[in-house]
DNA sequence: ACTCTTCTGTGATAAATGTTACTGTAGGTT
DNA sequence: AACCTACAGTAACATTTATCACAGAAGAGT
């Protein structure tokens, strides 16, 4: 166990990667759970082992607009930035291939920055990177029409899962995109014409995308 | 000065300001400068002390989106994110009311987060506002229609200047929502029917915008 | 085979936004 | 006054996106 800690998080000093273990939980969900509601209170640090987690942005009107992917190897910034003052999330987290988490208490976050250099520049870099993930994210709905959002997308996941089928119904992907079913099977209709890729039910390959 | 550092940022310890004025660089730049532009690798941790910057996300075509504003007593939070690695800013940031800025070296960032406690804090809090000032920009773009948008610009600019006029052309508004001049011109005097704003030119009264 | 449900495709239409073109107006300059 | 320029208003039209309505196809269960 010691051992695959260090594997997937190979920046964690051993030192660290031991009071990890002492201090955090292994909680194991499937897929298909919400792991944090909007407005839910944070009382942990959620770093990943194993699997897949979405992160969503929710609208008052139930919309869910996904913002990015967590992987092994990575944690939830916003439960890192919600510290002390155990703030409420300003997001949505659902699993979306069976994840192992390590939990860890809030309080370990503050008095691990002083005492592991590791962990510090961890923190750090997780805050860099997923700020510039969503200033991508502003681009995208900012400045590009929903085709190009949608092949972005699509590229997005495949990146995510590896993979290049995305199994996804045309109406799961109109809602993280904040759109309508129709307006998205029209342009994947237009994608396929393109020779972008083959749309099958419940399955997208990708054909040309990069 | 020291006096006035201290009351411009008055949760940093004495010793903290102390350190400050002897590393940090005190600089005055004229509104309309540009501090930082996208692309460009960031050298200094920028603290405001006094004046107004205006934070864009720069898209391809030239667009500029308004993002934030910074105030005094506020800091870059991108400038803080990209230390070590001096990483290129993602963003642009123009003076937009005459601003003094303390520019601090960003080896002093990683020194002072272990030494000073209160810096320490000022770090994360500003990393944790930020973030949540983007997710709201990101669900004004997703969720939000123009009228709906250009509603909340105009008393975000009421707040950040304190006042109930908006000195800007219909054409910078537009830009800095990435619309063209006729769609703002059509919904302000929508507004205006509805009593919301007094249009002049070059001028925009809000009246009953809480 | 039949039924049911979910998913997909598509036309028709509406609404929002973007674009083009033109007009008038306020203010500054000569 | 005459002129120039930036700004603002607005009509007409194009494009994009959203909504409504409906039909057919695929798969699951009986």
């Known amino acids: 166990?010691?051992?695959?800690?260090?594997?997937?998080?190979?920046?964690?000093?051993?030192?660290?990667?031991?009071?990890?273990?002492?201090?955090?939980?292994?909680?194991?969900?499937?897929?298909?759970?919400?792991?944090?509601?909007?407005?839910?209170?944070?009382?942990?640090?959620?770093l990943i082992t194993k699997g897949k987690i979405k992160i969503y942005r929710e609208g008052e009107d139930g919309g869910e607009f996904l913002m990015y992917y967590l992987q092994p190897g990575q944690a939830c910034a916003i439960s890192m930035i919600c510290t002390a003052k155990s703030e409420k999330s300003q997001i949505m987290?659902?699993?979306?291939?069976?994840?192992?988490?390590?939990?860890?208490?809030?309080?370990?976050?503050?008095?691990?920055?002083?005492?592991?250099?590791?962990?510090?520049?961890?923190?750090?870099?997780?805050?860099?990177?997923?700020?510039?993930?969503?200033?991508?994210?502003?681009?995208?709905?900012?400045?590009?029409?929903?085709?190009?959002?949608?092949?972005?997308?699509?590229?997005?996941?495949?990146?995510?899962?590896?993979?290049?089928?995305?199994?996804?119904?045309h109406q799961e992907i109109a809602t993280e995109l904040n759109t309508s079913r129709e307006v998205v099977s029209r342009l994947l209709k237009k994608m396929e014409q393109r020779g972008l890729v083959k749309l099958n039910r419940n399955q997208i390959e990708l054909l040309n995308v990069k």
């Open 1 to 46: 166990m010691q051992n695959s800690l260090q594997i997937i998080f190979p920046n964690f000093s051993s030192e660290l990667i031991a009071t990890i273990e002492e201090n955090g939980t292994l909680q194991n969900f499937e897929t298909g759970t919400i792991l944090m509601r909007t407005g839910q209170y944070i009382k942990n640090t959620v």
């Open 93 to 169: 987290a659902k699993v979306v291939e069976d994840v192992s988490v390590m939990m860890i208490p809030l309080q370990m976050m503050d008095k691990w920055m002083m005492e592991h250099r590791s962990w510090y520049e961890f923190v750090i870099e997780t805050y860099r990177s997923r700020f510039e993930e969503v200033l991508e994210v502003v681009d995208n709905i900012a400045f590009r029409s929903m085709d190009e959002r949608l092949e972005f997308y699509l590229k997005r996941h495949s990146d995510a899962c590896g993979c290049s089928e995305v199994n996804l119904s």
